[in-house]
């Protein structure tokens, strides 16, 4: 189909929209404010826990996820499991922070079991769920696109259903569960709402990257905004690595 150049017209505003995020924050940078932002005694102990906690997270959605979704690519029947995760996608994180504290606060349906609230593992708990919707959509579009034909070979030529999956589907699925795993992963370490009501903004347990850009917003906007670079920055340095090796998978 031949390119119309009129087009270009009518996305020149979404365009400008969707870059205005970005303008807003390099153009209230400065080195100075950079350097406060480095010093400043919250950046290392709630990038650390960001780091730490998302990628926890990534794992709990990776390892869980990834057979609940080839479950969902397999069974055309399974419309009302689709729903749990499409619903967690659309629902408010401050929502979602309000009904796990529901459940795992000290008056709450599993609270006097539990301990959870107000802990790092709150924080991954949180993550995990809002994170995982991301991951699983995107996995299962890129298992239903897995060739049967192929899994047929494999299971001609004696691998079981588990080698046939690992040996055969995951690698095909590759660049699809990759992009998943990448959405997912940002979303996690981005992650605010949730985090805010389950778990709580304290330096060093549960005071991650984004809570604590708020703190410092309250005092110092400048450096929260240097905050922001950075953590934008780590962001998209992971998503040009998960790029990456999506498109070497599907070269592959």
Same mark, same amino acid.
């Given at each position: ?7 270009? %017209?009518?996305?020149v505003?979404? +365009? /400008?929209l969707?870059?205005?995020?970005l @303008? &807003?924050?390099?153009?209230g *940078?400065s080195p100075h ?13 709630a990038l ?7 990628l926890i997270s990534?794992?709990?959605?990776v ?10 690519a ?7 499991w689709?729903?749990?995760?499409d619903v967690?996608?659309v629902?408010?994180?401050a929502? %979602?922070g309000?009904?796990l504290? +529901? /459940? ?5 349906? @599993? &609270?006097s079991l539990?301990? *959870?609230?107000f ?6 708990l949180?993550q ?17 696109a897995?060739?049967?034909d192929?899994i047929l ?5 004696g691998k079981?259903?588990l080698g046939a999956f690992v040996?055969?589907?995951l690698p095909?699925a590759?660049?699809g569960?990759?992009a998943?795993?990448g ?5 996690a +370490?981005?992650e605010f ?5 389950v778990a709580?903004?304290l ?7 984004p809570l ?7 005092s ?7 905050l922001?670079?950075?953590?934008a920055g ?5 998503l040009?690595?998960?790029?990456w ?5 599907r070269r592959s």
């Amino acid at each position: 189909m031949r390119f119309d150049r009129r087009i270009i %017209v009518f996305a020149v505003p979404m +365009v /400008v929209l969707l870059a205005l995020p970005l @303008l &807003g924050l390099l153009g209230g *940078l400065s080195p100075h404010r950079m350097s406060e932002a480095w010093s400043h005694p919250l950046w290392a102990p709630a990038l650390w826990l960001s780091i730490k906690t998302s990628l926890i997270s990534l794992a709990l959605v990776v390892t869980l996820g990834t057979p609940f979704a080839w479950w969902l690519a397999q069974d055309q029947r399974s419309v009302a499991w689709q729903w749990l995760v499409d619903v967690p996608m659309v629902l408010p994180p401050a929502v %979602v922070g309000l009904a796990l504290l +529901v /459940v795992f606060g000290r008056q709450g349906i @599993l &609270g006097s079991l539990s301990g *959870l609230v107000f802990s790092t593992a709150a924080v991954v708990l949180a993550q995990t769920i809002v994170a995982a919707p991301f991951y699983i959509s995107a996995a299962v579009a890129a298992l239903r696109a897995v060739d049967e034909d192929v899994i047929l070979v494999a299971r001609s030529l004696g691998k079981s259903s588990l080698g046939a999956f690992v040996s055969v589907v995951l690698p095909y699925a590759w660049p699809g569960l990759a992009a998943g795993m990448g959405m997912a992963w940002a979303r996690a +370490v981005g992650e605010f709402g949730a985090t805010l009501f389950v778990a709580g903004n304290l330096p060093g347990v549960s005071q991650t990257m984004p809570l604590a850009i708020y703190t410092v917003m309250e005092s110092d906007l400048s450096v929260a905004l240097s905050l922001s670079v950075l953590l934008a920055g780590l962001a998209l340095l992971a998503l040009l690595t998960l790029r990456w090796s999506a498109g070497r998978g599907r070269r592959s």
